[in-house]
């Protein structure tokens, strides 16, 4: 670890993170706090420009406003910028300057990129992020062409372009963030393209490429050199196609029948619905369907798959589909009376699994007491407040109705768990942690009565 200062605190990659997203937030409430980022409708306070710039830079989608109603151009612009670069990481877009200016990249960084790529080691880290870029622009250019050559058909042609370049950056990184809410006779986010295929097909696949990490997308484009996958890959995709399929089939049970959502939908209508639900519930925000409108069994289980999350190395949030994957692991060779967790044919170090349940339990505490807390000042019911601090701590955007309900107070209190759900718990302790203390003994073990 990097040591400044002085010798009780310790300055390395996950405080540099943490800074750095200080900043970028506090910059972005101040563009979007200027009269210049809103229409004729009011300008909002310094505290919802914060909580706007907090949402786009831990690409949350969270928001107080109408965004495509609310914010002009210059808004709409400055909240893509902060999504953009909150998706990629600050430090990935430092590292596109100093590789523009061919500077070198020093061991201090690679650390901090390490840290905010959750990378195993530095090495070939550089070459990691190079990729990244390319992946990024490359994915989100299709997708801005896809969206654009379908929304030109329904508006002027230079609108449809720059609906199709916002919406690109914001689905791929996870955002949610829409535009449509400020058109005329138009429901917010893809409500209106609920049975639309290629509209739902080409936000699905941005979700999930944006969802599984750029490490597995490289892997991937070099499958067929290598012939082979990494662990890390196999678990990603196999545990995001389980979740897919699951969430679609209960969501599409669960609200099949109800009259406010899937109901009046064609059979092919349902599907779509019930798998982009699925697909995006676990971190983009994006819905087709009212989520108020939702059974109460359905909202719960989109607040377990958005704990859950998306995958390490991406933008999304949650405690990620591979700790996931490792507890259900801890589970199944317990039950089976295993000493170790198996996965392809790999065994897993008790030190992930330390850190697997660690990261999990303290999620776990964090949205409790942040539910309790939240229960108390805000006027919403139980399932609403969990909905909504799960969503905040996941990065997920989702609401039921909450967020353009909540005071001062709770207003402030979901910007914290923003940005806590985006740099991590486990981030954010080591973080604020004096440097660590080797101990000079150990004591003598002791047994407990489990069960």
């Not at 990378?119 to 299709?142: C, F, M, N, P, Q």
């Not at 971190?283 to 719960?300: E, K, L």
């Amino acid at each position: 670890m990097l040591n400044y200062s002085n010798k009780k605190f310790r300055w390395g990659p996950p405080q540099v993170m943490a800074i750095g997203f200080v900043v970028m937030i506090l910059v972005g409430a101040v563009l979007l706090w200027l009269p210049i980022s809103y229409v004729d409708v009011g300008r909002l306070t310094f505290i919802d420009a914060l909580f706007m710039a907090t949402s786009a830079t831990c690409v949350t989608g969270l928001s107080v406003i109408n965004t495509g109603a609310h914010l002009s151009a210059f808004g709409e612009i400055v909240l893509i910028l902060l999504v953009q670069i909150g998706g990629l990481g600050f430090m990935t877009m430092s590292t596109l300057i100093a590789l523009v200016l061919r500077r070198r990249i020093s061991f201090q960084e690679r650390l901090i990129l390490q840290e905010a790529m959750n990378h195993d080691s530095t090495e070939g880290i550089v070459h990691l992020i190079r990729k990244v870029l390319i992946y990024a622009l490359y994915i989100e250019l299709a997708g801005a062409l896809l969206f654009a050559l379908r929304w030109s058909f329904e508006m002027p042609t230079g609108q449809a372009i720059y609906f199709g370049i916002f919406h690109s950056i914001s689905i791929f990184n996870n955002a949610g963030f829409d535009l449509f809410g400020g058109l005329p006779n138009r429901l917010g986010s893809l409500m209106h393209y609920v049975e639309d295929p290629y509209i739902n097909i080409v936000s699905m696949l941005l979700i999930i490429l944006g969802g599984i990490g750029f490490i597995v997308i490289s892997d991937l484009l070099t499958y067929p050199k290598n012939k082979k996958l990494t662990l890390h890959s196999k678990v990603v995709l196999s545990a995001s196609a389980a979740l897919i399929l699951v969430g679609t089939l209960v969501i599409f049970v669960f609200e099949y029948s109800n009259s406010l959502t899937l109901q009046p939908l064609s059979t092919i209508g349902k599907t779509l619905s019930a798998m982009l639900q699925s697909v995006s519930s676990r971190s983009a925000g994006v819905n087709t369907v009212d989520i108020a409108s939702m059974r109460q069994a359905t909202q719960f289980f989109i607040v377990i798959m958005m704990f859950i999350g998306a995958a390490p190395g991406s933008s999304g949030g949650g405690i990620k589909v591979t700790t996931f994957v490792i507890l259900v692991g801890v589970v199944y060779a317990m039950v089976r009376g295993r000493e170790e967790i198996v996965l392809c044919h790999r065994r897993i170090s008790k030190d992930r699994i330390y850190k697997a349940i660690t990261f999990t339990l303290l999620s776990f505490i964090l949205i409790l007491l942040s539910t309790m807390i939240l229960s108390i000042t805000e006027n919403f019911h139980f399932l609403g407040i969990l909905f909504e601090v799960t969503s905040a701590y996941a990065t997920a955007g989702m609401s039921i109705g909450l967020t353009s309900q909540l005071s001062g107070f709770g207003k402030v209190f979901i910007i914290i768990l923003m940005f806590v759900g985006r740099l991590g718990p486990v981030t954010l302790a080591y973080t604020l942690s004096p440097l660590p203390k080797k101990e000079a003994y150990r004591y003598p073990e002791g047994k407990i009565t489990i069960g």
